[in-house]
């Protein structure tokens, strides 16, 4: 266990809908990083935020977007679902301070399935 | 896009075998991490290897990393049913954010 959590475990939308994913990074964690991981594959960073300001974005439209609280918690929010959107969601939280060592907790994931 | 690239992409052995699998990148790297995944579950940290680093262990793991060779290799000796899963190799190269860009993952199986 991470102390990592992620909601919901699973999802199910149609095409064109739009869905909203939540993750508690674990105490004393001050980032949050996003990563979608399709079936067969490693996961893809999606974006980062930190005191709750993106920082860094991976390879996916403006249709992903994310917030941070100021409890370090974090959305992630898809609008306008395409099927290729179908993966598991994983959430991760480090400590910026750990300068080096960047070990990230990963939370148990939420699957989207996009119909 | 993928920077690690694990080879083989499944690997089955028997219980009490050891099990190595083997991690390619193509970029500098500030260290190399290796993550267990169980049947499409979150990812468990296993070891961090920097940069600077050749070999690295940690109870049953052997980490080793070649930075001129830009790979790296994960030992785990002496396996257990359990230790059956996806086991994925991701480098972090620095940067103002510390992402991580994982490969496709070895399948590793191991038969009681």
């Known amino acids: 266990e991470t102390g990592v959590t992620q909601s919901p475990t699973h999802l199910i939308k149609t095409r064109g809908q739009q869905v909203t994913l939540r993750c508690s990074s674990q105490?004393?964690?001050?980032?949050v990083s996003w990563y979608q991981q399709a079936l067969g594959q490693g996961p893809q960073f999606i974006f980062q935020y930190y005191r709750e300001e993106e920082n860094g974005r991976g390879n996916f439209p403006p249709r992903f977007s994310g917030l941070q609280f100021p409890n370090y918690s974090s959305e992630l929010n898809v609008n306008a679902l395409e099927l290729d959107d179908s993966a598991l969601y994983l959430c991760a939280s480090s400590s910026a301070w750990t300068s080096g060592r960047n070990e990230q907790f990963f939370g148990p994931g939420t699957r989207l399935t996009v119909l | 896009s993928q920077q690690g690239e694990e080879d083989p992409q499944a690997l089955s052995i028997q219980e009490g075998e050891n099990a190595t699998m083997n991690c390619s990148y193509k970029?500098?790297?500030?260290?190399l991490q290796w993550y267990r995944q169980n049947s499409g579950r979150g990812l468990v940290h296993l070891i961090l290897i920097r940069s600077n680093e050749r070999e690295k262990h940690s109870g049953r793991l052997r980490v080793t990393l070649d930075t001129s060779k830009k790979s790296s290799s994960l030992l785990i000796t002496a396996s257990r049913a359990a230790d059956t899963a996806s086991y994925f190799c991701a480098t972090e190269s620095g940067g103002s954010n510390y992402k991580l860009t994982f490969g496709k993952g070895t399948l590793l199986t191991v038969n009681p």
């Open positions: 105490s004393g964690h001050n980032t």
């Open positions: 970029t500098s790297i500030n260290n």
